[in-house]
């Protein structure tokens, strides 16, 4: 007989999977991936305490007035201005959420369920522009409001998308031109 047949001819067929060495390569897995995720989670604890000279965020006013814009849509985060990748997670700045904004002549109001709502008063905002992203979203061109403001001695990048892309343009041209009034009245 040939040494193919002698082998077709065994009675018991060679065991295909061992269990022991499986489960032990999924187990070393899973422990290797929550070992990733809690060390982002401590670097992400570790940035928030190194943005702790960050003050307090505004609140808003009890009287703001009128709203002359509102939107409703995402929250993408908040960066030191000008550097898209910095992210400040100091005070739930770095927190993504759903975002309502409302416009008035005291400011920017931002409230964000299930996140710490904020208030950009009037007098600290410096330019608002169109971009494509922030610090953990990339968008189409023109895709992102990001309004750039002045809290304490930093200047941050705030990023924002609304529900209907068509609002950014109405909220760049308004908000520009309040910054400009109010760079003309100091």
Known sequence: MTPVLLFAAEEKSAQVTDWT??????????LFV????WLM???WKWRGTLQGDLPELPTAPEEAGEAKLTMSG????????????????AHGLGTRSRVELTLTDAGLDVVRPGATDFFIPAERLREV??????????????????????????LIDSGFRSDRAAEHN???DTLNQM????EGAR
């Open 41 to 43: 989670r401590e670097g």
């Open 74 to 89: 995402r929250y993408h985060g908040s960066t030191t201005a000008g550097q898209w990748l910095d992210r400040i997670v």
């Open 129 to 154: 522009r169109l971009d494509k992203g922030i610090a953990g979203k990339v968008l189409t061109e023109g895709g992102l409001l990001v309004v750039t403001w002045a809290h304490g001695d930093k």
């Open 170 to 172: 109405d909220w760049v």
């Open 21 to 30: 060495d499986r489960i032990g390569w999924l187990v070393g897995l899973a």
């Open 34 to 37: 929550a070992l990733v995720y």
């Open 179 to 182: 910054i400009h009034k109010t």
